[in-house]
Each structure stands twice: as C-alpha cells, then as structure tokens.
T-cell receptor
Framework: GESVGLHLPTLSVQEGDNSIINCAYSNSASDYFIWYKQESGKGPQFIIDIRSNMDKRQGQRVTVLLNKTVKHLSLQIAATQPGDSAVYFCAENSRDYKLSFGAGTTVTVRA | DTAVSQTPKYLVTQMGNDKSIKCEQNLGHDTMYWYKQDSKKFLKIMFSYNNKELIINETVPNRFSPKSPDKAHLNLHINSLELGDSAVYFC???????????FGSGTRLTVV
C-alpha cells in the first residue's frame, strides 16, 4: 500500500546548527501535509503545515518545503535548541479521514 | 483547558480482561480518531468518526469497539485483551477531513 516515509530514523545535531528532516510520500492524491513533533510521553504536536498549491511555508524557526514533482517534503529547523529534541513525523492528508504518518525521525540535540 | 483529553494515561491489565479508554475534545470538532502507536513509534489509524458516525475501520479486530455518544466524545472498548494489544493509544480530533489533527496525550496500555 502507499505510505509516507522518512529517509533517516535518527538525526544528531549540534545546538545552534540548522536541522533538515526529509520525508518522501507516495500518494499522488495527497494535497495537504503536516509536520508533527512528539516529545517523550506526549502526543504528536502540530508544528507546521503546507497545502499542495504552495512549495514553501515558514513559521517561527521552521520552514517546510514541498516538491510535488518528486513527492518530497522537508522540515528545516533554524538554530536548533535542546527543546527541539523529539521525534518528528511527516503526515499526508488525502481527505479520506485517515491522516497517514511516516515512521518518524528522532532528533537529538548535542550541547 | 486541555483540547483533547483521554483517560487513563496508564493502564496495566492481564490478558483476557476487558478495558475502556475515554476521550473528550472541547474544540468543537466534527471528526474524531483513534490511533495506535507501536514500540517503534509507528502511528497507525484505527478508527475515524465524523458526527458520531463511523467513517473508517482500518481492519481492526472486532475485539475493539469504538463508541461515540456525541461529537465531543469517542471511547474505545477492548475485549479479551491480548499481549499484542500493548501499545500507546492516541485519540485525536479535527474540524473535518481537510484539516490537521489535534492529539491527546496518549494512553499507555500494557497487557501482562
């Protein structure tokens, strides 16, 4: 079946550096994409989203890029902080009442 | 106020028992969901409800029975618990199918 996947299961980054987390999706019908952050013992928390009519969207310290041609999504975190340590999920929405999640990337920030 | 709240947060029970997890949202959303997160952190949809009606049942064993008494509540009852049911269960809600989901903090179920 079709699924949303992440390229790397883990990412270690130095505090203050920029982080890039990648995601590949396969459902061509998906037109809405979301990045979630999950800290230990908590539920997934919305970070930023993007619809298919855009290729870039910026938030506070985060940027999401969407390349529909190659079905690729990325999350960039600027000036990574210790509080950014978490598992990050990309999710795709094809309006079928079942947001599909990738396997997640565990980000560890080194002091 | 917690937007999506689920209880209990932890649940330890023996094989064969029946247990329930409750979920409530105060966001005024029309759609609610149950997700299961396994030990590898993979999140998988179990059920979707829209305006109290079942929309999605993602090949979940019929030992799992969701119930939505109203739009703000979606409970999950599990019969004859098995070891493989051990996981973290998340409730979520959304305005409709075209919006992001808000998740609860999860219920860690351990079957022994």
């Amino acid at each position: 079946g079709e699924s949303v996947g992440l390229h790397l299961p883990t990412l270690s980054v130095q505090e203050g550096d920029n982080s890039i987390i990648n995601c590949a999706y396969s459902n061509s019908a998906s037109d809405y994409f979301i990045w979630y952050k999950q800290e230990s013992g908590k539920g997934p928390q919305f970070i930023i989203d993007i619809r298919s009519n855009m290729d870039k969207r910026q938030g506070q310290r985060v940027t999401v890029l969407l390349n529909k041609t190659v079905k690729h999504l990325s999350l960039q975190i600027a000036a990574t902080q210790p509080g950014d340590s978490a598992v990050y999920f990309c999710a795709e929405n094809s309006r079928d009442y079942k947001l599909s999640f990738g396997a997640g990337t565990t980000v560890t920030v080194r002091a | 106020d917690t937007a999506v709240s689920q209880t209990p947060k932890y649940l330890v029970t023996q094989m064969g028992n029946d247990k329930s997890i409750k979920c409530e949202q105060n966001l005024g959303h029309d759609t609610m969901y149950w997700y299961k997160q396994d030990s590898k952190k993979f999140l998988k949809i179990m059920f979707s409800y829209n305006n109290k009606e079942l929309i999605i049942n993602e090949t979940v064993p019929n030992r799992f029975s969701p119930k939505s008494p109203d739009k703000a509540h979606l409970n999950l009852h599990i019969n004859s618990l098995e070891l493989g049911d051990s996981a973290v269960y998340f409730c979520a809600s959304s305005r409709d199918s075209n919006y992001g989901y808000t998740f609860g903090s999860g219920t860690r179920l351990t079957v022994v």
